[in-house]
């Protein structure tokens, strides 16, 4: 009981530092929104069989959207250790992987905002989307942004440096996402490319919500289910072995 | 009873040893502390205590449980201020409290009361609604001190409570120690490397240096055990002057160099005016007198061989490594 208490406490903490800082969500949307508006419009005159670039983009963006702030949830650990904060929430009755948990949710939950924020815009642009699917593809937006907030609080713990941090993240960030299908048809794409593509854990995220956002995808969407909550899954518990052995 | 309890306790990083079997026993209900200079691992200790540094050999009881075995039980009876902020800046005061509140799973229907008596207890519960980041140095403090009692803890540990403070600032957080003490019925235990504050604060006082304690006592006792008070004399004719001076009983030690004559007895005021009664009567000219009681810092000096100025040669790095926890 006080170990869930002590989850959602971190977890509350983590949505209002959010809150005070708005600057921080505006920034953070302006990246999918200029892949949206530079490529989407710059592309505009492709189109791949009956769809045009823009509705194929689209998905790819709404996915891609909350994987900056999910893995850069995890400077809070270092922001956290700079300013002494860290050892209150050490010192207190409560696990190592319960803080963990509420960190991953805090930061999972931010990196949802965003992504909400991006996936309405469909109204705006003209994709129509169902109840159905805009809920399925707030799920998946979950399950991915869980996977890579645990990638962000591992560097975090393992790094000292707020320094380091944004390189090793600037760093994973790029690839992640220009490898991951999000701008360009996986079957389309020279084979060393989608080799390289299908390595990339994200990639299985943007096909499960373009499939359930446009009905079209590269990969099955089951096979791509399958795999992401696989990676979150892996990426949690790695994330809670990673703070529990650090003393 | 014993609330604090250590039993050999250790503590090596990379070999050097910066706690070296220390073995103390803190009464319940005492402020206790633990006072040397700075490097002398007084965090250590402290830090082995709340369970953040697991001892390399060696244990602890705190309020009879162990702080290896039994860490959670420890956590849940103390309280900490440690002595760099802890506090989240961009929170409110009353928002600090209320996490630290849901952290230790205070029961929900008394949150909000406990949390307004110890604002009121340390006097900000008319700033508690600011951000932290706008409070000063001394708020910050308080703040945190408020925070470390929120649980009701057993026993509250203090890391330097006063260590960047201005004197005036010092004194205000003296005083709501003492009242904490005296209404919360709380175990203290403190370090710091300041003598007035340890003479102040604390009911007994522990002189830790390079690891170890040397002696526990109370301040009083501590001073007591020293010789006494010091003279000092300035004279023009001392080898004269100390041959008369030989026959006063009272005088424990006499000590002349060139004109100036130390002298140690145990009751300074007293003795003093019969001296410059003995320097007129044959004819010396005494050009000044001034007269000393002992304080921590002799104390501190007799047990150690040093002065408490003088750091122990550790970087700052090296400590700040050292505090590094995750």
């Excluded at chain 1, 996402?177 to 299908?198: D, H, K, T, V, Y």
């Excluded at chain 2, 609330?3 to 402020?31: H, W, Y």
Aim: charged share 20%.
């Amino acid at each position: 009981m006080s170990e869930i208490e002590g989850i959602y406490t971190i977890f509350l903490r983590e949505i209002i530092r959010f809150w005070r800082d708005k600057s921080r969500l505006v920034s953070s949307l302006v990246q999918p929104l200029l892949f949206l508006i530079v490529f989407g419009g710059g592309f505009s005159f492709v189109r791949l069989g009956s769809i045009n670039y823009q509705t194929f983009l689209f998905p790819g963006v709404v996915a891609i959207s909350v994987v900056g702030i999910s893995i850069a949830s995890g400077v809070s650990v270092i922001w956290d250790r700079e300013f002494g904060f860290l050892k209150e929430i050490l010192v207190a009755p409560i696990s190592r992987t319960s803080i963990f948990i509420g960190k991953a949710l805090g930061g999972c939950a931010t990196a949802l905002v965003q992504g909400i924020i991006i996936l309405s815009l469909s109204f705006i642009i003209g994709i129509p989307i169902t109840l159905n699917s805009f809920v399925v593809s707030i799920f998946l937006m979950a399950l991915i942004s869980l996977g890579l907030v645990s990638v962000g609080l591992i560097i975090a713990s393992l790094v000292e440096t707020l320094e380091s941090f944004g390189m090793i993240m600037n760093f994973i960030i790029f690839p992640l996402i220009f490898l991951s299908g999000a701008f360009f048809p996986l079957q389309e794409a020279p084979e060393w490319l989608r080799i390289i593509s299908l390595v990339n854990p994200l990639t299985y995220g943007v096909e499960a919500i373009r499939y359930t956002i446009i009905g079209f995808s590269s990969i099955p969407f089951s096979l791509s289910l399958t795999i992401i909550t696989a990676f979150s899954f892996a990426t949690i518990l790695l994330g809670g072995i990673a703070f529990s052995r650090q003393k | 009873m014993n609330i604090v309890e250590t039993f050999k306790l250790t503590k090596k990083f990379n070999g050097l040893v910066a706690v070296n079997n220390v073995s103390l026993k803190i009464k319940e209900g005492e402020i206790f502390g633990l006072l040397g200079p700075n490097g002398a691992g007084k965090t250590t200790l402290i830090s082995m205590l709340c369970t953040l540094l697991r001892p390399t050999s060696g244990t602890a009881k705190v309020n009879g449980f162990d702080i290896v075995k039994q860490q959670n039980e420890v956590r849940k009876s103390i309280g900490i201020v440690f002595q760099e902020s802890s506090l989240d800046n961009r929170l409110t005061g009353r928002e600090n409290l209320k996490m630290h509140a849901g952290l230790y799973g205070v029961p929900k229907n008394e949150r909000k009361r406990r949390i307004d008596e110890v604002l009121k207890l340390v006097g900000l519960y008319e700033r508690a609604n600011e951000l932290v980041k706008n409070y000063s140095g001394g708020m910050k403090r308080r703040l945190e001190i408020a925070r470390g009692l929120i649980h009701y803890p057993k026993v509250l540990f203090l890391d330097e409570p006063t260590l960047g403070l201005d004197p005036q600032t010092r004194e205000h957080i003296w005083e709501y120690i003492k009242k904490l003490a005296e209404r919360e019925r709380i175990t203290i235990l403190l370090t710091t490397h300041y003598m007035e504050e340890a003479d102040a604060l604390c009911d007994r006082v522990a002189i830790m240096d390079h690891g170890e304690i040397k002696v526990v006592d109370t301040p009083e006792n501590l001073k007591n055990s020293l010789e006494g008070d010091a003279i000092t004399l300035e004279v023009n004719n001392s080898k004269k002057f100390l041959e008369r001076m030989r026959k006063i009983k009272s005088i424990k030690k006499i000590h002349a160099e060139e004109n100036k004559i130390s002298i140690t007895v145990k009751n300074a005021e007293k003795l003093a005016p019969k001296i410059l009664e003995l320097a007129r009567k044959n004819k010396i000219l005494v050009n000044s007198i001034s007269i000393r009681k002992p304080g921590l810092g002799d104390v501190f000096l007799h047990y150690t061989g040093r002065e408490i100025g003088e750091e122990i040669g550790e970087s700052k790095e090296m400590l700040k490594r050292r505090s590094r926890v995750l």
